[in-house]
């Protein structure tokens, strides 16, 4: 079965610095995909960002990137410039067929 | 277009009591996910709909929660005999179809508080 692991409960950033979030999974498949949600008080989850498992090059979305190693099945969120905006919840989430499989979620908070 | 809609935004019930929670999908949307998020948790798979296709029911926790989802649209998930640990908010998602390819968009969620 696969696993997703967020290994950071809670992390800080100061506005217009960058902060990294990290995420494992565990899987047997080669074809998948990879997703960072982000989930303000409202409850409403936001995609991110998403990378294709088949893809070498990190995924990008303006201010947020990803670092993939798939080898290491490792998913890393960098958020470049945050914003006090960002403060939120992360989840990173695993997909290959219908449903998402999501981590423990990482809280982030951004001091202005 | 109008996105994934969810009611109520939040309900209170007693032990032993059944609820129902209520989730239309964006239209044209075939395939339409429940999913459980309980208190410093990351969301938990429930049940799946797939157009006219049995649905996956293989993250249901309990015989007492069932799902149906009537004309390929509007959803309802019904939990019987609530239970404290039923607590959670309850979200549902849509896709416009059951690749992975295709995003999940979420709704507001339905927070349910059982005393």
């Known amino acids: 079965a696969q696993t997703v692991t967020q290994s950071q409960p809670e992390m800080s950033v100061q506005e217009a610095e960058t902060v990294t979030l990290s995420c494992t999974y565990d899987?047997?498949?080669?074809?998948?995909?990879l997703f960072w949600y982000k989930q303000p008080p409202s409850r409403q989850m936001i995609l991110v960002i998403r990378?294709?498992?088949?893809?070498?090059q990190n995924a990008t979305e303006n201010r947020f990137s990803v670092n993939f190693q798939k080898a290491a099945k490792s998913f890393s969120l960098k958020i470049s410039d945050s914003q006090l905006g960002d403060a939120a919840m992360y989840f990173c989430?695993?997909?290959?067929?219908?449903?998402?499989?999501f981590g423990t979620g990482t809280r982030l908070q951004v001091f202005p | 277009g109008a996105g994934v809609s969810q009611s109520p935004s939040n309900k209170v019930t007693e032990k032993g009591k059944d609820v129902e929670l209520r989730c239309d999908p964006i239209?044209?949307?075939?395939?339409l996910y429940w999913y459980r998020q309980s208190l410093g948790q990351g969301l938990e798979f429930l049940i799946y709909?797939?157009?006219?296709?049995?649905?996956?029911k293989s993250g249901l926790p309990s015989d007492r929660f069932s799902a149906e989802r009537t004309g390929g649209s509007v959803s309802t998930l019904t939990i019987q005999r609530t239970q404290q640990e039923d607590s959670a908010v309850y979200l549902c998602?849509?896709?416009?179809?059951?690749?992975?390819?295709?995003?999940?968009?979420f709704g507001p969620g339905t927070r349910l508080t059982v005393t």
């Open positions: 709909f797939q157009g006219n296709s049995a649905p996956d």
């Open positions: 989430a695993y997909r290959s067929a219908s449903k998402l499989i």
């Open positions: 990378q294709e498992a088949y893809k070498q």
């Open positions: 239209s044209g949307h075939t395939a």
């Open positions: 899987t047997s498949e080669s074809d998948y995909y």
């Open positions: 998602a849509s896709s416009y179809t059951r690749l992975a390819s295709y995003e999940q968009y």
